[in-house]
């Protein structure tokens, strides 16, 4: 693996200009002044309440993700080329649903193989011939972003579902801005706040043609057992929505109606955090007690609008995933700007028996996990824990794809033994209305905290950063 | 606003009100077991706080002897009592974060702190009487200042008037009970009056209800059992008295009324307690007997609360 790019000390060493304040700023300030603005924040967080439970952990049910204190810094310039690839990629993401539940043009063009549908459990039938307000099928979608070198940004994956974060990306901007004034007033830093704005907007411009013309908008939760929990809250605060349960509501005559004090109110727009499988005991797992029964039915009918659509997993699948820069010019006729990780599918055998004399060097990922979850990182792995693997994978290929061990870029992080390159990544939330697609400048950075570690992943030890793009 | 949004703010203040009650209950019982037995007479106040805290029986379930250790653990610290402290600070953290929306982040900070501290400072209990009065005084602060972030930072709106409700319905309900179980101190029985042992029970009352320096001011008398009667009941400007407890009750379910353009059951329901108590007069009450009348005005109160649940909350 080749060193890492450093996005403060460039290759060689040089310092990069956007770090340029920051390096001076660091050189002035004491090391203990860092550690105590450090252990600030934490109590801040923990004040807060922004915790996130880890699945399995009964000990820690409320964890804090542990947060750095200094902050990635990209330049407009770096954002502008970014932003632009995110928005292609985007609009790419919401054709390919279109057409995948319509007409299906790429299928028959044979860019992706119709099994790679059709048996996917993320596939949802019941979305068929089904049409969505202005074909908006992902109106939040969280892309994963890493850097290689000084030029490329590459994506990592496409979360499309109900992809969570933006609470750290919105609370990381005011902790640093409590904590460290001064720096800010040295740069001039891109402001995240408007993401709850441009959210509400997206989502009322969807409503359904039967909503009022003040559609109403709520959040759907799982509940308060939930790891994003706080975020929901969160969410539905800064938008001034309601944050309902699936027993808040009720379907009358296919309309959506939540349960308030003053009776039974209509909502037209639902930004659900709860995934399609239990969005609708009717519809989907019949054990579902957290949807709604019939939700379905008048989602059916036009009356209501999710988001997402139901059915978007299709188009963030890990074995799509290969295929998206064919999917990005099919639909847009246009060279993608953001590159993808190159991709062996283990379900083609060429590639499998690749992967299977490389495994040593790949990272090995379901095709259906997420989170950091059963996933192989060859470099990393014991010889015992490779061979376990090799078995997995050759009894179900068509479950995994690999990937090269990429060497993700670094930034400063704070760390025992001082400041240290760690790796990073980054997830922008990309918002689509019925007539824009908007990105708020930044993103959530996640960083690996252990040294030399490449899993960023909450539940798997990283923190987070804030991300500053510098307006020039 | 979401039903259950109501609801969650509504048991909420609950929650908290009562951790205050049982705290003082306790802070008042450990003030009156203090004394020298001639003072305070054989009854075991123990026993008495489990009774007003209304949990006697489920007590009896988990301990053999209602001594100090015993009540102040069950009261306090026990996770099988649903009406514990600890569990009425968990259940009220619980409800704040189904809500959170609805809080103002002050309430929130106040209920999320009171639980750590909750947790890092009294995960293992007390071990003296020093640390039993300081989680008291702990308890008691996280309720002044939960209610008064809630006062002056809250839109006065139902979600607003919902919590106070749950705030009025509990507390009425807490001082019903204190009167339930000691109106036998309160009767005007010639012979005892002005004897050491029942003046330190209406101290312990009053105490309790946080009212012993508001008696002073309100009758500038010695005290005498009819007064703290009156007092607790049909006295207007004590906030722990029924009547304060039900002028709010009824203020807070008309603006409600108001603000949704519809009076219903538990409107009138209220009004007609409120003006019961408008009317009774101490000797009437006397007369009649002060045990039937609190234990009337308990079940009237206890039903007020079914009706809001069926009216507005499910």
């Known amino acids: ?472 | 606003m979401l039903s259950r949004t109501a609801e969650n703010l509504y048991w909420l203040a609950r929650y908290v009100e009562r951790a205050e009650y049982i705290a003082r209950t306790i802070d008042a019982t450990l003030r009156v077991t203090a004394l020298p037995a001639a003072y305070i007479g054989k009854t075991n106040e123990w026993e008495s706080a489990l009774l007003t805290a209304g949990v006697s029986a489920s007590f009896y379930e988990a301990y053999q002897e209602a001594n100090e250790q015993n009540v102040v653990e069950y009261l306090a610290f026990s996770p099988s009592n649903p009406s514990s402290i600890k569990n009425c600070i968990e259940a009220a953290r619980l409800n704040s974060r189904s809500v959170r929306t609805a809080l103002t982040s002050e309430m929130w900070d106040t209920i999320n702190s009171a639980w750590i501290e909750l947790q890092e400072v009294w995960g293992k209990g007390t071990s003296s009487r020093e640390e039993l009065a300081r989680f008291l005084r702990f308890v008691q602060e996280t309720s002044l200042r939960f209610d008064g972030s809630a006062y002056r930072t809250m839109l006065r709106n139902d979600a607003y008037w919902f919590s106070r409700l749950g705030l009025h319905l509990e507390r009425a309900d807490n001082t019903a009970r204190i009167l339930d179980v000691k109106y036998h101190v309160l009767l005007p029985e010639e012979e005892h009056v002005g004897g050491p042992l029942d003046y330190y029970q209406w101290t312990s009352i009053l105490r309790s209800v946080s009212a012993l320096t508001a008696y002073h001011w309100v009758y500038r008398e010695t005290l005498k059992p009819w007064l703290i009667a009156d007092l607790l009941i049909l006295n207007d400007t004590l906030p722990r008295s029924l009547a304060s407890c039900y002028s709010n009750l009824v203020r807070n379910l008309d603006q409600i009324g108001v603000a949704y353009g519809r009076q219903g059951a538990s409107q009138r329901h209220a009004r007609g307690v409120r003006n019961r108590l408008e009317h009774s007069h101490m000797d009437d009450i006397f007369q009649h007997g002060v045990h039937e009348f609190i234990q009337e005005f308990i079940s009237d109160n206890a039903r007020l609360g079914e009706i809001i649940t069926r009216q507005y909350l499910i």
């Not at chain 1, 060689?12 to 004491?30: F, I």
């Not at chain 1, 929505?241 to 808040?248: A, K, P, S």
């Open chain 1, 1 to 472: 693996m080749a060193a890492a790019f450093d996005e403060m000390n460039g290759p060689g060493g040089d310092l990069r200009p956007a770090y340029r304040e920051l390096s001076r700023w660091l050189k002035e300030t004491p090391p203990d002044a860092l550690e105590y603005r450090r252990q600030e924040a934490e109590l801040l967080f923990r004040r807060i309440g922004i915790t996130f439970a880890v699945y399995g952990d009964a000990e820690a049910q409320e964890r804090l993700i542990p947060f750095d204190v200094i902050p990635r810094i990209m330049s407009a310039k770096e954002w502008a080329t970014l932003e632009k690839g995110l928005k292609q990629r985007v609009r790419a993401l919401n054709m390919f649903l279109r057409d995948i539940y319509h007409g299906r043009d790429i299928l028959r063009a044979n860019i992706i193989p119709d099994d790679l549908i059709f048996q996917n459990p993320v596939f949802r039938p019941e979305m068929n011939g089904q049409s969505v307000p202005h074909d908006v099928y992902v109106h939040i979608a969280g892309i994963d972003i890493v850097r290689v070198d000084a030029d490329n940004f590459i994506v990592l994956e496409d979360n499309a579902r109900t992809p969570s974060g933006v609470s750290y990306m919105l609370e990381n901007r005011e902790i640093m801005m409590r904590l460290f004034p001064d720096l800010f007033a040295r740069h001039r830093v891109a402001p995240v706040e408007r993401y709850p704005d441009e959210l509400l907007s997206a989502l009322r411009s969807v409503a359904p043609i039967s909503a009022s013309a003040e559609p109403t908008v709520a959040l759907m939760t799982p509940g308060v057992y939930n790891s994003a929990y706080y975020e929901h809250s969160f969410l539905a605060d800064k938008l001034g929505i309601e944050l309902v349960e699936g027993r808040d509501l009720i379907v009358k005559n296919d309309e959506v109606f939540m349960r308030t004090t003053e009776g039974l109110k209509r909502v037209d727009v639902i930004y659900r955090r709860v995934d399609d499988d239990f969005l609708d005991p009717l519809t989907f797992r019949p054990d579902s007690a957290l949807g709604v029964p019939g939700l379905m039915s008048a989602y059916a009918a036009g009356n209501i609008t999710l988001a997402n659509a139901v059915g978007t997993g299709i188009a963030d699948d890990k074995a799509i995933y290969s295929y998206m820069p064919e999917v990005v010019k099919f639909y847009l006729g246009e060279e993608p700007i953001l590159k993808n990780v190159p991709t062996w599918r283990c379900r083609e055998p060429k590639d499998l028996s690749y992967v299977l004399d490389n495994l040593s060097d790949l990272v090995v990922k379901e095709v259906h996990g997420s989170g950091g979850y059963g996933m192989l990182i060859g470099p990393a792995a014991t010889k015992a824990t490779i061979e376990a693997f090799r078995d997995k994978l050759k009894r179900e290929p068509e479950g995994f794809i690999a990937q090269p061990t990429l060497a993700l870029s670094t930034c400063p992080t704070c760390t025992a033994s001082g400041l240290a390159p760690r790796h990073v990544d980054l997830r922008p939330f990309v918002l689509t209305g019925s007539r824009h697609v908007t990105i708020v400048p930044g993103g959530l950075t996640r960083v690996a905290l252990k040294e030399g570690s490449l899993v960023v992943n909450s539940s798997q030890g990283g923190g987070t950063k804030d991300t500053w793009i510098l307006d020039e």
